[in-house]
Nanobody, 121 residues
Framework: QVQLAESGGELVQAGGSLRLSCAASGRAFSSYHVGWFRQAPGKEREYVGRLSMTGSKYYADSVQGRFTISGDNAKNTVYLQMNSLKPEDTAVYYC???????????????WGQGTRVTVSS
């Protein structure tokens, strides 16, 4: 099975950019659909987007055009590039791996510990 570890979260001003990393170990991330999720205080975990096994990328409407997911097979790492950040993007961001493509967190079997992103206005 795969282990996941996120990094890169920090405090950033609105309009700024940040790149989160999701380092996989134990197995290649390309063996899974890798999703990004976020959870703001008091809210449910929200789908951000995913990198499918085929390399296709999908995004939630709320981040389409601002966020980009990519993968580096050599580093076994998936990235979430976040541009034009807004205060409402503030959340703990998680990466997760699933054997089936989905936007539902319940179908993801493996999760990282999360990394906190705070966007100040």
């Amino acid at each position: 099975q795969v282990q996941l570890a996120e990094s890169g979260g920090e405090l950033v001003q609105a309009g700024g950019s940040l790149r989160l990393s999701c380092a996989a170990s134990g197995r290649a991330f390309s063996s899974y659909h890798v999703g990004w999720f976020r959870q703001a205080p008091g809210k449910e975990r929200e789908y951000v987007g995913r990198l499918s096994m085929t390399g296709s990328k999908y995004y939630a409407d709320s981040v389409q055009g601002r966020f980009t997911i990519s993968g580096d097979n050599a580093k076994n790492t998936v990235y979430l590039q976040m541009n034009s950040l807004k205060p409402e993007d503030t959340a703990v961001y998680y990466c997760a791996a699933a054997t089936l493509p989905s936007y539902s967190p319940g179908l993801y079997n493996f999760w990282g510990q999360g990394t906190r992103v705070t966007v100040s206005s």
